[in-house]
């Protein structure tokens, strides 16, 4: 089963949740929050939408439920808030600028993992994005001494979907990624078999997400999009306590393979993106 197919069921799962607008979700913006990643095939995600629309009020932008991203991330030269990352430093940092498509609103962001694992986004709005530092980017980034005093310049760029569900009963959102593309001036990388859903709560607790995806026997982790983007797209970079990561993504490609042939048999020519 194409991953065309698999979008046709997507769509018609979408059609059971309620809506929610842009300006009732700002209720619930966790911009100081906790954070849960699941690595799902996107094969699995048919099935588990079905019993998220329940519980879960979906995006809905325009009438857009599959709202496009563009995010063009910045780094040194040589990677140095990568590295951060890769070592498992905390108090660590991802600068970035996005746009949502639907929108067409684009904001600059600063996002810190601090040493007690809590995820706290400031960001600012721009006109546009843009791989050179503003002025007024630039003194949004001299807010945060540890990152904002390096030589950064945008090196690549992250596009994908997102669905953003909002609990109906709980203060906690889903965000769903699908299609998921890096892409820079000489390659571009696509993983269209993958999906990234992450929970997104005040701290942790009670969520019918975890109870699901542990019912489905999908267990929590995941990896950055940012250090899946460069190590993609800078292969010969410092890797070594991502290697889990990489089994854990050939493993997923693995199982959407096997679930399609076996509950989709019409067409089994489903490829993996290596």
């Known amino acids: 089963m194409t991953t065309n197919r698999f979008q046709e069921a997507i769509e018609q ?7 929610i607008s842009l300006d009732d979700m700002d209720a619930v913006k966790l911009m100081d929050r906790t954070d849960t990643k699941f ?53 660590r940092f ?22 007690k694992g809590r995820t706290v986004k400031k960001r600012i709005p721009q006109p546009a994005v843009s791989p050179q530092l503003s002025a007024p980017v630039r003194d949004f980034l001299s807010r945060f001494p540890e990152c904002g005093a390096l030589p950064l310049e945008g090196l690549f760029w992250i596009d994908y979907t997102r669905l953003t569900l909002v609990g109906k009963q709980t203060a906690e959102r889903l965000t ?14 696509g993983y269209p078999e993958l999906v990234i859903i992450e929970l997104k709560q005040n ?9 699901v995806m542990k ?3 999908l267990r929590q982790g995941g990896i950055s999009k940012y250090c899946f983007g460069v190590m993609n797209l800078y292969p010969s970079v410092k890797q070594n306590n991502f290697k889990r990561h990489w089994q854990a993504i050939r493993k997923t490609q693995q199982q959407h393979a096997a679930f399609a042939t076996t509950h989709y048999p019409l067409n089994r020519n489903v490829s993996l993106v290596h």
């Open 13 to 19: 799962q979408l059609s059971q949740f309620d809506p």
């Open 39 to 91: 690595l799902v095939p996107l094969a699995r995600l048919p099935a588990l939408l079905d019993t998220f629309s329940a519980h879960y009020r979906l995006l809905t932008i325009h009438d857009t439920q599959q709202c496009r991203y563009q995010t063009l991330y910045y780094d040194t030269a040589d990677l140095r808030l990568y590295h951060l990352h890769q070592s498992g430093k905390l108090n």
């Open 203 to 211: 701290r942790a607790q009670v969520s019918v997400c975890r109870q």
């Open 94 to 115: 991802k600068v970035r600028a996005r746009t949502y498509v639907e929108s067409a609103i684009s904001f600059f962001e600063v996002k810190h993992k601090n040493n």
């Open 176 to 189: 769903i990624d699908l299609n998921l593309t890096f892409r820079n001036d000489t390659k571009q990388v």
């Open 215 to 217: 019912q489905a026997g």
